[in-house]
């Protein structure tokens, strides 16, 4: 007799949060999804120090200061340099997790932020501002890396009934990076001339402590039986996160998968985007990813500028940023313990927040100068905005990417979706600050009409993957994708997350 069942435990039991599966989420998170969100808000409180030192830097090479332009333009590369390393780091996504796994490619990953650490760390000494404009670029390419692979490892570890919740910590310990950024930056800790250079190294130090403690920790279980077909450590690496000894249910659950996707062969960009039974699942992961950037939510690029404007007192705007990125965090908390709620909801609700909060904070820039107290309506809609961000916009579409695609596709899946999502965000800190000199106030009427299509578009074609298996969601999508989907075996259960995949077909209909 099972053990399980001399306990008169039930043979099928719901997942539960294991010591291993909570400590391999932290340090996975830590180490990689905090360095994310940390080098995204670093540069924004030193930002007039950096400026001098580059104007200094060039005034010592060629004996005459920088233009304002040519300063401009070096500024918006030190901040657009770390989203087009995210880039290429999205690109190198699906070959390296299929070659050094889940685990492996975020362990190898920490080259990406140790060098650039010491880069940026002696850029000062080296009196060069391309040092870190380089050093900007390669951080990028480990941010890129992360974004992806740190919810895809998360999601194939986490248990179904949990992967929602355990699916948002990475964009938690993004805001905890954020917040740790803004802190650091306050002028009597790291943020004045001493300190600026040692706020951009200390990125080094959380990739150090996963190096360090993410090899104790099991890979992905569906990566070591589906792809490398190592049952033996795949069942070891499941008991180890489950906490029990009896995960058959779920071994079979992986082999019948393995079975499907031995039929089809593992998806390449390429095959994924010709594969019609997936085409709005994958338009819904782009448009999703470019409603998330394009919304603006990369103002912490500029947190200070924007605040400025907003008629923020110099002295206090650091702790206004503080303030906002605490916000940050405590609603992204929010956002794990609303997991229980549908994503959709909180992909409308988040989006709806945010472009209401942009409209309202360009009429509040517009007529502060005439209206004392408008100001403080400023602050108010930037945290608003930020609220709707960080329960929907931000958090949610890595989610559905996990449970819109299985294993063969989610890899060339994410890998899709983080590549949009950083050449976007590449796009705002490029063109924010031009697009503020120009449009100045109406700037953000721009990102409330990115809010209002993706609004549209969530409404009218993605559906509630919450629960679902990757066969119920593609029925959902299947009329609009014009195929068929057919169950051969009507026995096979629907509930069952991945099963009977090999029994399913999808016909091509017009």
């Not at 233009?67 to 070959?95: H, I, K, Q």
């Not at 990406?112 to 391309?130: D, Q």
């Not at 009597?188 to 040692?198: V, Y």
């Not at 399913?504 to 017009?510: M, Y």
Request: charged residues 15%; aromatic residues 10%; hydrophobic residues 50%.
């Amino acid at each position: 007799m099972d053990e399980n069942e001399e306990l008169g435990e039930p043979a099928e039991r719901k997942g539960r949060l294991t010591a291993v599966l909570i400590l391999a989420t932290l340090i996975s998170a830590f180490g990689s999804s905090f360095q994310y969100g940390y080098n995204v808000a670093v540069v924004n409180s030193p930002a007039p120090l950096m400026q001098q030192f580059y104007n200094s830097t060039y005034a010592g090479r060629f004996n005459t200061p920088m233009e304002d332009d040519l300063l401009t333009l070096l500024w918006s590369l030190s901040v657009s340099m770390y989203p087009l390393g995210g880039l290429f780091g999205s690109l190198m996504v699906a070959p390296l997790v299929n070659k050094l796994g889940r685990k492996g490619t975020l362990l190898f990953n920490n080259i990406f932020s140790i060098i650039p650490a010491v880069m940026m760390g002696v850029s000062e000494i080296a009196k060069s501002y391309e040092i870190i404009i380089m050093a900007r670029f390669i951080v990028g390419i480990c941010a890129g890396l992360s974004s992806n692979v740190v919810p895809m490892y998360l999601g194939e570890l986490s248990p179904k009934n949990l992967r929602g919740a355990i699916g948002i910590v990475p964009q938690l310990f993004i805001t905890i990076g954020i917040l740790a950024a803004q802190v650091l930056g306050i002028r009597h800790i790291l943020g004045h001339s001493t300190g600026w250079t040692i706020m951009l190294g200390l990125t080094g130090i959380p990739a150090v402590i996963e190096l360090l403690l993410l090899p104790f920790f099991p890979e992905s279980p569906r990566y070591m039986l589906i792809q490398k077909g190592d049952e033996e450590k795949a069942k070891k690496a499941l008991q180890r996160l489950r906490g029990w000894s009896d995960v058959d249910a779920e071994l079979t659950e992986m082999r019948l998968e393995d079975q499907s996707e031995q039929a089809e062969g593992r998806m390449s960009v390429l095959s994924l985007l010709a594969q019609r039974s997936l085409r709005w699942q994958l338009i819904s992961v782009i448009v999703m990813n470019m409603g998330q950037q394009l919304s603006g939510v990369n103002i912490y690029y500029y947190a200070d500028s924007i605040y400025a404007s907003a008629g923020v007192n110099d002295n206090d705007i650091q702790f206004v940023t503080v303030g906002t990125g605490a916000v940050n965090v405590v609603m992204t908390i929010a956002a794990v313990i609303l997991h229980v709620v549908c994503r959709r909801l909180l992909l409308l609700l988040g989006f709806s927040i945010c472009g209401g909060a942009c409209v309202l904070l360009t009429v509040a820039l517009k007529l502060q100068e005439s209206v004392t107290w408008m100001p403080y309506i400023s602050i108010t809609c930037i945290i608003i905005y930020v609220i709707g961000h960080a329960i929907g916009a931000s958090p949610i579409p890595n989610v559905v990417t996990t449970e819109m695609f299985r294993q063969s596709a989610r890899p060339a899946a994410f890998m899709v979706g983080g590549s949009v999502h950083w050449i976007c965000n590449f796009t705002v800190g490029l063109v924010f600050p031009f697009m503020e000199r120009g449009l100045g106030p109406f700037s953000f009427i721009v990102f409330s009409v990115v809010c209002l299509v993706t609004l549209i578009y969530v409404w009218l074609v993605v559906p509630e993957t919450k629960n679902k298996t990757f066969l119920e969601v593609s029925q959902m999508f299947a009329k609009r994708n014009k195929v068929e989907i057919k169950v051969k075996d009507g026995n096979l259960p629907l509930k069952d997350d991945n099963k009977g995949l090999e029994n399913v077909e999808a016909v091509t209909t017009f």
